[in-house]
């Protein structure tokens, strides 16, 4: 079974430009996710997406952030403009069920390490 | 003070040791507990999942979670090389987000 896929794994850009990271869950997991992580950091939520809707979205910067999922499935997370501060590493990852529900078992992808210069 | 504290070591042992490995969290209502263990420039993978107190052995790996004292405890016996990772405690009070750690980096020396 094929695992959280996300790309690219690696993007330089320059402040101001923008920039989009997708992610494809694992077939049939249904909750999904997009979490932030700094160096020495523990992973920190951005959004969470039960099929299609978001229903956690308190952290996500949307002056500059947004995101979607389109028919349940893969998840795009996009950044505009990019400031120096956001580089970082941005995981996906996601699970069968909705934390209220059991889903405690979260699968990540191997993330997308962002530089801005 | 951060919902879940954790040591960000690094920790250095030699293989064959037994490590431990510890966070402490202040919400009363997390009741659901995880480790997890992440390579350098990969995503972090589950390794244990527990809820409320108690043990749980799987292998080499031992969760416990001692609710009164709100401390969680990953123990690893006989430590090996490919141990060498950084483990991230998580936690979660239901409905709610799951909460990680910053981490601990052990390196386990051969």
């Known amino acids: 079974e094929a695992g959280v896929v996300q790309s690219p794994r690696y993007k330089i850009i320059e402040k101001k430009q923008p920039v989009a990271f997708w992610c494809n869950p694992i077939?049939?997991?249904?909750?999904l996710y997009w979490y932030l992580q700094n160096l020495g950091q523990g992973p920190e939520l951005l959004i969470r997406?039960?099929?299609?809707?978001?229903?956690?979205d308190s952290q996500l910067p949307k002056d500059r952030f947004s995101a979607e999922r389109l028919k349940g499935v893969d998840s795009t997370l996009k950044i505009q403009p990019a400031e120096l501060g956001d580089s970082a590493v941005y995981l996906c990852a996601s699970s069968l069920l909705p934390p209220g529900q059991g889903g405690y078992e979260q699968y990540f992808g191997p993330g997308t390490r962002l530089t801005v210069t | 003070q951060k919902e879940v504290e954790q040591d960000p070591g690094p920790l250095s042992v030699p293989e064959g040791a037994i490590v431990s490995l510890n966070c402490t969290y202040s919400?009363?209502?997390?009741?659901?507990f995880m480790w997890y263990r992440q390579y350098s420039r990969k995503g972090p993978e589950l390794l244990m999942y527990t809820y409320s107190s108690g043990n749980k052995e799987d292998g080499r790996f031992t969760a416990q979670v001692d609710k009164s004292s709100k401390y969680i405890s990953l123990f690893i016996r006989d430590s090996q090389p490919s141990d060498s990772a950084t483990y991230l405690c998580a936690t979660s009070g239901g409905y709610q987000k799951v909460t990680f750690g910053t981490g601990t980096k052990l390196q386990v020396i051969p």
């Open positions: 919400n009363s209502a997390f009741q659901y």
């Open positions: 077939s049939g997991h249904n909750t």
């Open positions: 997406y039960e099929n299609e809707e978001a229903v956690d």
